[in-house]
């Protein structure tokens, strides 16, 4: 007699789906096979603006290698349910842990957390999926490596690998991740494993060093994809410069971002600022300063101006803070300083440096991301609105300031006709410039969740429509967003995986990917 489930597979009945589950805890072992409701919880949690059961896994395994790995494909592969791999599953603001459709079983790596290798000549790092930042980061400390790494915010518990795969940012000048990742092993849906780049080579000593090996280069194809579980990926780390000036640079009004980042864009092209600079507004900063929603207003609609200029003033914030650094030699760095001064002084903006900020713990956490910190800073977010609602909105733009007053009141128009807020930030690239809007709602009000919903869906179609597309995106829109992106992409991909995973296992409808 079959075991009644919360859910299963799409089309899978629950006697075959039983008898999958007694063969993968003969792999496994009992307590590696997660079934019961309690310990699914973490697993079936969202942030998004959906039902809970859309998301719900019908199981999560916990594999420690990749022999285990292979050995659950088998068996998944022979009775045809879908796997929804995850590093540490704290993809927050882009659909956390739950799989993108609703009975398929999370497999969750947090078991294969060793870091295999650093390089203190090379600057080179090995590691598996299950390593978070925070762990990275007291390996370094306790072996006194003068070695930094790029992190993302909310850091510390999230992981390099699941970062680097979804193609997520940093703050130091290696904050484009993926762009330092250097080798990958993968194990593919029918069990072979693949080492990309130099690592395809036996006994290879090249592997973390030399990207491209010979022929065409395959690490991409498996970032924003389902095409296969990565289970090893080298990193560069950055070595530590001997002089570090991290600083912010306030603006008093929303319309001198125009002027900001025409100013700073020449600075990160000639890597005067060889970091990503974040212009934050208001209410990304609030938030983390802490400040609540509800200590300003508490009316319907979107927050007034008047409440947000009043945060500005009570908590010394300004309608835009700007954030980078310098990086080198305290020779260059005075020189480059100048420079910094010149800009802040000719654009109307407010240093505050590192010795000025002490006792402020929004820009403390800012300051130390930029050296590769990991920390849990902007977990503040959370607290703006509460009720638990979050999904983040991120088309990509030139780095032009033109583009971010665009951006910024096509975004405030479409947030205040739903009643919320306008919680950004800009990321200045080298030369693309990513808006991170951060839609956040209370999940308990169905009301309100089903705005959230309608709200994202006409940001997302208003903004392909003019050409800016996203670069990350929720499980919940994958599909959506991967359909802006034009048919013959989609097309190319679905081969792809129907080469690659012709039994359609892996993580289907992940990045609007299946057959």
Known sequence: MSTKRKALPKGIAAGEFDKAIKELKAILGDEHVLVDEVRLAPYSKIMMPV?????????????????????????????????????????????????????????????????????????????????????????????????????????????????????????????????FSCGMEVVMANGEVLRTGMGSMPNSNTWQVFKWGYGPTLDGMFTQSNYGIVTKMGMWLMPAPPDFRPFCIQYPNETDITKIVDALRPLRIAMVIPNAVVIAHTLWEAPCTPVKRADYYTGPGAIPDAAVSKIQKDHNIGAWNVYAGLYGTKETNDANWKIIEAVAAGTGGKIITAEQSKGSQALQYRFDLMKGKPNLGEFGLYNWRGGGGSIWFAPVSQAKGSETLKQMKMAKDILGKYGFDYVGEFIVGWRDMHHVIDLLFDRSDEEQSKKAYACYDELLHTFAKEGYGMYRANTAFAEKVAATYGPVKRSVEKKLKKALDPNNILAPGRCGISL
């Open 51 to 179: 039902p809970n059961d859309q998301h719900a896994p019908s199981a999560a395994i916990t594999p420690a290698s990749v022999e285990q790995i292979q050995g659950v494909l088998k068996v998944l592969n022979k009775y045809r349910i879908p796997v929804y791999p995850i590093s540490t599953g704290k993809n927050l603001g882009y659909g956390a842990a739950a799989p993108v459709q609703r009975g398929q079983i999370v497999m969750d790596l947090r078991r294969m957390n060793k870091i295999i290798e650093v390089d203190p000549d090379l600057c080179t790092a090995l590691v598996e999926p299950g390593v978070t930042y925070q762990q990275l980061y007291d390996y370094l400390q306790e072996k006194k490596l003068p070695l930094w790494f790029s992190c993302p915010a909310p850091s510390a518990i999230a992981g390099p690998v699941g970062n680097m795969v979804d193609r997520g940012v940093g703050y130091t000048p290696y904050g484009e991740h993926f762009l």
